[in-house]
């Protein structure tokens, strides 16, 4: 009896001690980005390298994370940014079309990263990683007065739609708790409406944008 009371109380003790070592793996982070951003749509086909430049627009965001293990973890980000688009980049000067649209964005997210990274796997000063997120779209394009849109439908003030975003980026120990990445972003929107007009009797491909992020971010390791 004594000796199942022993192994009961050593089965317990090393309970205790792994859901202790796990927790302790477990973070919180906190960080803010800012980058590019590049719109796709029916504006931009048959554009070229020096037209995505011209277009190149910027965003800025924070997040918070939970990193629930070395691996994963999921999190919230809010984001603003610009999407332009103009006719002269792309060979269709005499049209006239301009896009200059403001973007709200909301998104639940989730991170797995490629190595074990944080505060105790020191040999892991980087990884990469893929990200994924899903959430709402605030759009609000503004709208030029002085062009001929006789055969297009126009959506001006706010609208929102869905939102899905892929991307792929890599990640860098900055100290104790100091976190520094690079991400390519990639987003497919719920709507064709991103310019704020479309042409009547046609079914366009929904818009799509992608951008750079400069990420910084501090972890909160539990003990």
Do not use: C
């Not at 006239?96 to 990274?117: A, V, Y």
């Not at 503004?142 to 990640?171: E, H, R």
Request: aromatic content about 18%.
């Amino acid at each position: 009896m004594k000796g199942l009371k022993l192994i009961s109380l050593s089965l317990i003790l090393l309970a205790t001690i792994s859901a202790s070592a796990q927790r302790s793996l477990r973070y919180w982070e906190t960080g803010a980005f800012g980058g590019s951003t590049n719109y796709i749509g029916e504006l931009t086909e048959g554009g070229d390298f020096s037209a995505t430049v011209n277009e190149t627009r910027f965003q800025f965001g924070i997040f918070l994370k939970r990193n629930f293990s070395p691996k994963f973890s999921l999190g919230a980000e809010i984001s603003y940014g610009k999407l332009y688009a103009n006719d002269a980049n792309h060979g269709m000067a005499d049209r006239g079309f301009e896009m200059n649209t403001s973007i709200l964005n909301t998104s639940l997210t989730m991170d797995i990263n490629f190595k074990n990274f944080g505060k105790y796997f020191k040999r892991n000063g980087n990884t990469p990683f893929v990200t994924a997120g899903f959430g709402a779209l605030v759009y609000q394009p503004t709208i030029k007065t002085d062009v001929d849109f006789t055969n297009y439908d126009l959506y001006p003030g706010s609208n929102y739609t869905s939102d899905f975003m892929l991307g792929f980026g890599w990640k860098w120990k900055t100290g104790e708790s100091g976190i520094f990445g690079v991400s390519m972003n990639y987003h497919f929107t719920g709507t064709s409406y991103l310019e704020g007009f479309v042409e009547k009797a046609t079914v366009p491909q929904n818009d799509r944008y992608f951008g750079i992020r400069l990420i910084y971010s501090i972890g909160y390791y539990e003990t």
